[in-house]
Nanobody, 120 residues
Framework: QVQLVESGGGLVQAGGSLRLSCAAS????????MGWHRQAPGKQRELVAR???????NYGDSVKGRFTISRDNAKNTVYLQMNSLTPEDTAVYYC??????????????WGQGTQVTVSS
């Protein structure tokens, strides 16, 4: 009922920037929140950033001051601007969305993930 399409991942040098996007589609009445988690090899998945319907944001401690999450409500799209990247940011980044469907039912969805690799 809900699809998430992620884009923008790739290879970047340390100190560089990338911008990820995630577009939600389907039977969406409204979005409660959208965000990003990441998982590096041998590590647990961790929160990167989240933005609510009211525009409130939350960031993981390791990315505060470097990453910025934003949204385009009309397009049901969330963006993650990543600056000052380091090799520690190398991970698979997963989009997620908590939505209220047109039926009125609340629904949560994970994207398939996009690889971000930062070289030193």
């Amino acid at each position: 009922q809900v699809q998430l399409v992620e884009s923008g991942g790739g290879l970047v040098q340390a100190g560089g920037s990338l911008r990820l996007s995630c577009a939600a589609s389907g039977s969406i009445g409204s979005i409660n929140f959208m965000g990003w988690h990441r998982q590096a090899p041998g590590k647990q998945r961790e929160l990167v950033a989240r933005i609510t319907s009211g525009g409130s944001t939350n960031y993981g401690d390791s990315v505060k001051g470097r990453f910025t999450i934003s949204r385009d409500n009309a397009k049901n799209t969330v963006y993650l601007q990543m600056n000052s990247l380091t090799p520690e940011d190398t991970a698979v980044y997963y989009c997620n969305a908590d939505v209220t469907l047109t039926s009125g039912r609340r629904y949560f969805k994970w994207g398939q993930g996009t690889q971000v690799t930062v070289s030193s």
